[in-house]
């Protein structure tokens, strides 16, 4: 199979972890007579330092010529990075809601999982881990108060800021859909999360899932308000297989759960539309304070390949291979620095991708 893929290194650690999963990539190819073109565009600062702007139109072209995007991650150091002087619509960030946009990558699917390697890792008692967890946050993620009207005005000398939460139920019901079929595709169940004891947003939300559950009988439904989800993930992790929810209750709920892994640097996620493809990225950010020194952790950029090559491929036994590929690594001992625990043998970037590549 010939698959064209369209990389986006981006900022901070990116270029390194990237550089990691096409060495996984370009060896499953090899084992499994595939041909993977690979080109890479600019996105974030990277594009900013040449373009002016976060993401070019010809960038977004040669996105949706290919068959997926891989990407690294973007953005720098708010503090200090002069990427944040800029107005806010050139920031780095601004070029991921513009490419989220223009792709129409409406589902944003965020595993989170406790490595039975890493369990020392996760930062809950252990009465509440040992029951373990597997939970997939179906986000939604080209609506609400992303994309929704904003301004900032002065009334009578007082500044006033608005942001607006919208959805109409077409957009719910096709992340609800998202959400049911891939419950279908695991425990069959399906927490609805939502702030419906005060919003309209979440009270339509929750009317339209209650619509599409019923062309899923075999699938559980539930509701949860957000702040009882955010709650109930500490407390006890293991109730939840499917969390769908909006998009900022989703940014929100998807870093406290990969916080509760213990090991954000070994989660991927996928951002899909209505076709095969897809943008596949790590949880994790641009960790401008450790890129350049070797020593990130390749492994969620590595497993978010995995992802494309299910999702968008239907290369299920080549993604199999990669997720086997991580387990053995762990299993030999081998960490990199944000992993690492007594008697393990301590790794860098490049030397990871060289063992789990080694693992194909
Ligand atoms: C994420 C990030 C982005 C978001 C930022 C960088 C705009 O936090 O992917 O979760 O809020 O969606
Ligand atoms: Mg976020």
């Known amino acids: 199979m010939e698959l064209n893929i369209v990389c986006i290194p981006g900022d901070g650690i990116g270029p390194e972890i990237v550089a990691e999963a096409k060495k996984v990539l370009n060896k499953v190819a090899s084992k499994y007579g595939h041909v993977m073109n690979f080109k890479d565009i600019l996105m974030g600062g990277a594009s900013i330092d040449v373009h002016g702007v976060p993401l070019t139109d010809e960038a977004i072209a040669q996105a949706k010529a290919a068959d997926a995007v891989l990407m690294g991650s973007i953005g720098g150091d708010t503090n200090t990075s002069p990427w944040y002087k800029l107005?806010?619509?050139?920031?780095?960030?601004?070029?991921?809601?513009k490419i989220r946009k223009a792709l129409n990558l409406f589902a944003n699917l965020r595993p989170a999982y406790l490595y039975e390697e890493l369990a020392a890792a996760c930062p809950l008692k252990e009465e509440i881990s040992k029951a373990g967890f597997d939970m997939l946050i179906m986000r939604e993620l080209t609506g609400g108060l992303y994309f929704g009207e904003r301004k900032t005005v002065e009334e009578n000398g007082v500044r006033k800021a608005i942001d607006t939460l919208t959805y109409d139920e077409n957009e719910i019901r096709r992340i609800a859909i998202k959400g049911f079929?891939?419950?279908?595709?695991?425990?069959?169940?399906?927490?609805?999360?939502?702030?419906?004891?005060?919003?309209?947003?979440?009270?339509?939300?929750?009317?339209?899932?209650?619509?599409v559950a019923k062309d899923y009988p075999d699938v559980e439904l539930e509701h949860m308000l957000v702040d009882n989800c955010a709650m109930q993930l500490v407390k006890d992790p293991a109730q939840f297989d499917v969390i769908l929810t909006e998009n900022m209750f989703g940014d929100i709920l998807s870093d406290e759960a990969s916080m509760v892994t213990g090991s954000i640097g070994m989660l991927s996620s996928a951002s899909l539309n209505d076709t095969k493809f897809g943008l596949y990225e790590p949880s994790h950010g641009s960790a401008p304070d450790i890129a350049g020194k070797d020593i990130a952790n390749p492994i969620a950029t590595v497993l978010s390949a995995a992802m494309m090559l299910r999702y968008t491929f239907d290369l299920d036994k080549e993604a199999d291979a990669i997720e086997n590929a991580v387990k053995q690594?762990?299993?030999?001992?081998?960490?990199?620095?944000?992993?690492?625990?007594?008697?393990?043998?301590?790794?860098?970037?490049r030397q990871m991708g060289d063992l789990l590549a080694e693992r194909i």
Not at 182 to 209: G, Q
Not at 329 to 349: A, F, H, N, P, W
Request: charged share 30%; with cysteine; hydrophobic share 35%.
């Open 181 to 211: 079929e891939i419950a279908r595709k695991r425990r069959h169940k399906v927490t609805s999360v939502d702030k419906a004891n005060v919003l309209d947003s979440s009270r339509l939300w929750r009317a339209v899932v209650n619509e």
């Open 87 to 97: 107005p806010p619509q050139n920031r780095p960030e601004a070029g991921l809601l």
């Open 329 to 349: 690594v762990l299993k030999d001992g081998y960490r990199t620095g944000d992993i690492m625990s007594e008697g393990c043998v301590k790794v860098g970037c």
